[in-house]
């Protein structure tokens, strides 16, 4: 039994446990502080012109603090944990920040020295925003072991930082001479530092820190710090949007002799993040008031085919040129009744009692593809027009209508118009339907809205334009599309290359001869007075003629592009003369002319090619009477005559004609036979393909045979996937697939270089179409292959194929490649355009953006004396 007094002992013991447990947990007690830094801006009173103190205070996180055996650091809040009545210690890495007494009343603090640790901290914060707080991280400091002391004078505290964490740098572009220059005049911001870059490109950025980069307070974007920035630097689209930027604000317009900004940039913002086309399009619309337009950042080195101004199967949606829009309508005799007279422009004369004169236009045009809204109609004489469709009229006056047009549900179906009644003296004629808004004056690409737009008195009306219906007004869409490429060929345009005319059916033998071997004259080419220009397949070949040569010598004018042309086959000597002598006479005279004589006249389907075969067989030109052969000999004969005609008009200035002849891509024996045939590559500048890519569609081909373990397993029509598809196209057996086309580019580019002529591709591309001979596949079938064939037209597979043929053929030494074709809807007889319709964004066009971004690589042309 214990003593009384020994639980006396063990309670005073407990007691005095208790005691140092409670002073302990009193001890070890932690509060939560928040670290902050104060600032003080003087900032305007709503309503008055007083200035009053405002006091921002900006949370800090990513600082080392320690109280007691408490120790962290500060969170995105700027809390931390502190221990009370123990001094918390406040450190960035190796630098003492200094010492806040830890109590109850501790919370929302600051430290001594408050002046250079906010100019320290100001200086660290990782992304450069203290309105979200200042975040310190790792990578502020300029290693772990870096000190400096927050006790100096703020001056020597700043001047010491300033040098410990800065560097210098240069902002240069590389210009399309290859030239690097400096680029002057960017608002730049790192950390402490900031200004603009100087002449000499120079910056200075905070190590450890981005650049935040601006121009008129509009932010690029933020780059790491490096010795050498670029507009390159920038991820995409802000680095093709900069560049165009930088060349279109140079002061002195020579960005040779080093970029400086103009002061216009102060009175323009725009958002550098836009679509490549969208900002092209921002930036024209704001300068279009200073009269300016935006610079491109390369020369073109690529060609382009043009498109006729209609097309032959009604569900074709073409580009369209021209801002009147009535220039590409059907012409009225395809479906009126036959009963009405006409005059000798095509204009409806007489027109029965019942009876109505009617045209359509903007067939299967895709969504977008035009401007919508008042469309003003214009015309002379008298008469009743009315609308269907896709056009309402709201308005009229005298010879005039106004018209609303929209789509119907996704696309434009058709605007059909009618001459319901017309005077028998002075019938409805020179119909005009006339986009909406107009041009300020010396920007034909760039479509506006009225007078605001443009600096003063600059604005045109296309209606007040229009008046004269022989004015030849483009789509601004169409110049500012095509002002992307070198060269303009103008084959389909002129539709100089057509199927035998129907017309000639009726005849046989000879006679059906004859009817082939019909010249086209001077006098039977297409007019200004004309109703419309070209026709569908209802037209007979031998009344469609293209748009007229002074539309075409006016777009290459306005366009600043040299054009291509292609001479019909069957042109008579004076054609071809009054052709040249125009030419000479209104072509801008620092333009080249690309010439060739017809189109394919080795492809039967043409009329073309039957045409040079009855003549050289009319010429004996083939002692074996070989058709082929007698054909082949005719071209090279009359190619040349037809180069001497213009060599005659063209004395003194003959380096301004450059001179083709084609030839077929598979068939290098062909293009041999052609240059050696009467000496005449000496007559020539280039040797001209068509490196297209496809694949074996049947087992025609002796390469695509159905034998065992034949190298091309699928044919076209038996695939159904595009995995499958694109995998074909890159088969290295298929005798059409991408790999025998650069196989074939090499063996013409060594033909060239034997006979020292160029390389050109009159047309290439992709050649996916589908056989609607085929007997093997279904209808279903070989719709179900059309789908598949658009949509790898649209995958951006498609762009990688196109990224290889051309650097292929760059490689393997050709010189001007000339895509084929101008932006048109997809259709029956396959997917050419490179885009589906002028407005569709760069980023939809796989194809389109190939050749931008292969463009923008080169920067210019490659070949020798491709500038002259």
């Not at 008469?383 to 996704?410: C, E, M, Q, W």
């Not at 009329?607 to 054909?631: H, I, Q, T």
Request: hydrophobic letters at 35%.
């Amino acid at each position: 039994m214990l003593r009384p007094r020994y639980w006396v002992y063990l309670f005073l013991l407990f007691l005095v446990f208790i005691l140092l447990f409670v002073l302990t947990l009193q001890a070890l007690a932690t509060l939560s502080g928040t670290f902050v830094v104060t600032e003080v801006r003087m900032e305007s009173v709503i309503g008055s012109n007083k200035k009053q103190p405002i006091t921002y205070e900006y949370p800090v996180s990513g600082l080392n603090y320690s109280s007691g055996l408490r120790f962290g650091i500060t969170n995105q809040k700027g809390l931390f944990k502190y221990r009370i009545g123990k001094p918390i210690q406040i450190k960035l890495r190796a630098i003492e920040l200094g010492y806040i007494e830890g109590n109850e009343k501790t919370a929302h603090t600051t430290l001594p020295n408050s002046q250079n640790i906010f100019t320290l901290l100001i200086a660290l914060d990782a992304d450069g925003d203290r309105k979200n707080g200042i975040q310190i991280t790792p990578k502020s400091l300029p290693d772990k072991h870096y000190f400096i002391d927050v006790s100096m004078p703020p001056k020597a505290f700043k001047k010491k930082l300033i040098n410990d964490l800065t560097q210098k740098g240069r902002f240069t572009l590389i210009t399309n001479k290859g030239q690097k220059v400096n680029v002057s005049g960017i608002e730049y911001i790192s950390g402490v530092e900031d200004g603009q870059t100087a002449l000499s490109g120079q910056f200075t950025y905070q190590q450890n820190r981005k650049i935040t980069f601006r121009i008129n307070n509009t932010i690029i974007g933020s780059l790491e710090g490096k010795a050498e920035l670029s507009p390159m630097s920038f991820n995409s689209p802000i680095n093709k949007n900069l560049l165009q930027y930088l060349y279109t604000f140079d002061k002195d317009n020579n960005p040779d002799n080093g970029i400086a900004l103009s002061s216009l940039t102060n009175s323009i913002k725009i958002d550098f993040t836009l679509a490549e086309e969208a900002f092209e399009l921002a930036l024209a619309k704001a300068l279009s008031k200073h009269t300016l337009y935006p610079k491109s950042t390369f020369s073109p080195s690529i060609g382009i085919n043009l498109e006729a101004a209609q097309a032959e199967a009604d569900n074709v949606g073409q580009s369209m040129p021209f801002v009147d829009i009535f220039r590409t309508a059907r012409p009225f005799r395809e479906f009126s009744d036959k009963s009405i007279q006409y005059d000798e422009d095509g204009w409806p004369t007489v027109i029965p009692i019942d009876k109505k004169a009617y045209t359509i236009l903007l067939q299967n045009l895709p969504k977008n593809a035009i401007p919508y809204g008042r469309y003003t109609v214009l015309y002379d004489g008298i008469g009743t027009l009315a609308y269907d469709g896709l056009a309402k009229r709201v308005d009229f006056s005298a010879n005039k209508d106004i018209i609303h047009i929209h789509p119907n549900n996704s696309t434009i179906n058709q605007l059909v118009l009618r001459i319901t009644e017309t005077h028998k003296t002075n019938p409805i004629r020179n119909i005009r339907i006339i986009m909406p808004g107009g041009i300020c004056e010396g920007i034909p690409y760039l479509r506006v809205d009225g007078k605001n737009d443009c600096a003063v008195g600059h604005y045109r009306s296309f209606a007040n334009l229009l008046k004269d219906r022989n004015n030849i007004i483009f789509n601004p869409d169409y110049l500012r599309l095509i002002r992307n490429f070198k060269v303009l060929r103008m084959m389909n345009l002129m539709e100089a290359s057509q199927h035998p005319p129907v017309s000639c059916n009726i005849f046989r033998g000879e006679d059906y001869q004859d009817c082939l071997k019909q010249p086209y004259r001077w006098e039977q080419r297409s007019k200004m007075t004309d109703s419309v220009w070209g026709g569908s397949y209802r037209t007979d070949a031998t009344k469609k003629h293209g748009v007229p040569i002074e539309v075409l010598v006016e777009l290459a004018n306005q366009s600043n592009r040299p054009p291509w042309f292609t001479i019909p086959h069957n042109a008579t000597d004076d054609y071809i003369e009054e052709f040249a002598n125009y030419v000479y006479d209104n072509l801008n005279p620092h333009l080249k002319i690309y010439l060739e004589y017809s189109n394919e006249t080795w492809n039967e389907r043409f009329w073309g090619a039957r045409y040079v075969r009855l003549k050289g067989r009319e010429l004996a030109l083939d002692s074996n009477k070989n058709p082929f052969r007698e054909g082949l000999r005719y071209y090279a004969t009359r190619a040349i005559e037809v180069f001497q005609l213009w060599e005659e008009y063209f004395e003194g200035s003959e380096n301004r004609l450059i001179k083709i002849i084609s030839s077929h891509q598979s068939a290098p024996n062909l293009s041999t036979s052609l240059l050696r045939y009467n000496n005449t590559y000496k007559h020539i500048d280039a040797l001209a393909i068509a490196p297209y890519f496809h694949m074996c569609s049947n087992r025609k081909h002796h390469a695509c045979k159905n034998i065992i373990g034949t190298p091309v397993p699928t044919l076209l029509p038996d695939i159904t996937t595009l995995d499958n598809l694109f995998k074909a196209l890159n088969n290295q057996n298929d005798p059409y697939a991408l790999p025998a086309t650069i196989k074939n580019i090499k063996q013409h580019a060594q033909i060239a270089k034997k006979f020292k002529v160029k390389l050109f591709a009159y047309e290439g591309g992709q050649h996916l179409t589908v056989d609607w001979q085929d007997k093997e596949h279904t209808k279903k079938e070989k719709k179900l292959q059309l789908a598949l064939l658009e949509r790898a037209n649209e995958d951006p597979r498609m762009a990688s194929f196109y990224q290889t043929l051309l650097q292929e053929w760059k490689l393997a030494g050709g010189a001007l490649f000339t895509s084929f074709t101008l932006p048109q809807k997809p259709h029956r007889w396959g997917a050419w355009g490179i885009k589906t319709h002028l407005n569709q964004p760069r980023k939809k066009a796989p194809k389109y953006d190939a050749i931008m971004h292969f463009q923008e690589q080169q920067a210019k042309c490659w070949w020798s004396n491709c500038t002259r």
